[in-house]
C-alpha cells in the first residue's frame, strides 16, 4: 500500500472519531451551562478550550457559549472543529477512494453534503444529535464493508488512537468541573456507555464505578484500556512482532500508557486524574508522531536503488 493511502485512511478514522467524540463533549456542556444557572460561563468555556487545545479570547472579551460553538462546532476550516473533521474525513477520503468501498465513500461524501444545512438550520443538541448517528453509520460501513487487511487496520488504529485522547479529553473536563459539574451518570450517557454501565455492575452505581468503567473497563469499546489495547493490536497486525528483545516505539507509547492504569489502584487514578489524562494525550501524540515516522514518511530526499548511473 501507498503511503500516502495509508495516512489517508489513518486519518480518515482520527477525524470522524473527533468528529463524533466533539460532539458528546459539546453536549454536555452545553447541557450544563442551560441546566446550571450559577456556573461560571466564561470559566466553563475557557476551561474547556484549554482541554481541546483551542485558544480562548484575551480578557475581558468573554469566552461564552456562542464562542465555543463557534470554534468547536462550526468552523470549517479548523480541523480541530466538528465541521473541520468531517471535511477532512472526506477529502481523505477521496484521496483513499480506489481503497475504500462504495458505501463508506457514499456516508463520508453525503454527510459532507449535508454539513451546511445542519450547521445553518438546527439546534445544537440536533446538530450534534446528527454528527453522532453519521458516525456510527461510517463506523458500521468500515467494519462490515471493509476486508480485514492493512486499510481496515490504519482505519482502526486512527480511530482508537483518537478515541483514547478524546475520551481522556471527556474526564478531564469531568475533573475539572469539580463538585458542580455534570454526574458521572451523565457522562456515561453522552459515551453511550450508561446501559453497558448498569448491565456490568447489576444497577449498583457510584462515581468511583463509572469513572473506571470509562477508565478501565476491557470490554467497552469507548474505555480508554480498550482502545489503546486495540490500537497496539491493530500495530501488530499491520507489523507482527519477530524480535522478542525489541519493540517499536509506537507500541512502547502505549503499552506503558494502558498497563499504568490497569495495574494502578483505581482510587491512585482518580485522586490525580487530570495529569493521569495529561499522560493519555502524550502517548496518544508520541505514538502517532511514530507511527508517522513509520509509516508516512514526508520530506525525505529521493535517491536512486540499484545500478548508479
Known amino acids: 500500500m501507498l503511503s500516502r493511502i495509508a495516512e489517508s485512511l489513518f486519518w480518515i478514522g482520527r477525524y470522524v472519531e ?97 454539513l451546511a444545512g445542519q450547521v445553518a438550520g438546527v439546534r445544537p443538541h440536533d446538530f450534534f444529535v446528527w454528527v453522532r448517528e453519521r458516525a456510527a453509520v461510517v463506523s458500521g460501513l468500515v467494519d462490515s464493508t471493509v476486508s480485514r487487511d492493512d486499510a481496515w487496520q490504519f482505519l482502526v488504529l486512527g480511530r482508537s488512537m483518537e478515541r483514547a485522547d ?18 458521572w451518570i451523565t457522562f456515561l450517557r453522552s459515551c453511550g456507555a450508561h446501559e453497558a454501565f448498569l448491565r456490568t455492575y447489576r444497577g449498583t452505581a457510584s462515581d468511583e464505578r463509572a469513572a473506571g468503567f470509562l477508565l478501565l473497563d476491557r470490554l467497552f469499546p469507548r ?56 499522560q493519555v494525550q502524550r502517548a496518544c501524540a508520541a505514538a502517532s508522531e511514530a507511527i508517522r515516522g513509520r509509516y508516512f514518511p514526508s520530506g525525505s530526499p529521493a535517491r536512486w536503488q540499484g545500478e548508479a548511473l
Request: glycine residues 4%; hydrophobic residues 40%; proline residues 7%.
Open 166 to 183: 478524546m475520551t481522556a479529553r471527556l474526564l478531564t473536563t469531568r475533573a475539572l468541573a469539580g463538585p458542580n459539574g455534570p454526574s
Open 18 to 114: 473527533r468528529a463524533d467524540d466533539t460532539a458528546r463533549m459539546l453536549d454536555v456542556h452545553v447541557q450544563m451551562l442551560l441546566e446550571d444557572p450559577w456556573q461560571e460561563e466564561d470559566l466553563a468555556c475557557r476551561s474547556l478550550l484549554s482541554v481541546m487545545d483551542r485558544p480562548a479570547p484575551e480578557p475581558p472579551t468573554p469566552a461564552g457559549r456562542r464562542y465555543v460553538l463557534t470554534t468547536l462546532a462550526y468552523d470549517s476550516q479548523s480541523p480541530s472543529s466538528i465541521a473541520g473533521s468531517l471535511s477532512a474525513a472526506r477529502e481523505n477520503a477521496r484521496r483513499a477512494r480506489e481503497i475504500i468501498s462504495s458505501e463508506l465513500w457514499e456516508a463520508l461524501n453525503a454527510t459532507w453534503n449535508a
Open 223 to 278: 474505555s480508554i484500556v480498550h482502545a489503546l489495547g486495540q490500537a497496539e493490536e491493530c500495530l501488530t497486525g499491520l507489523e507482527p512482532v519477530t524480535d522478542r528483545a525489541s519493540l517499536d516505539d509506537a507500541r512502547r507509547h502505549l503499552g506503558l500508557t494502558r498497563t499504568s492504569l490497569e495495574y494502578r489502584p483505581l482510587s491512585a487514578v482518580l485522586d490525580d486524574l487530570p495529569s493521569q489524562m495529561e
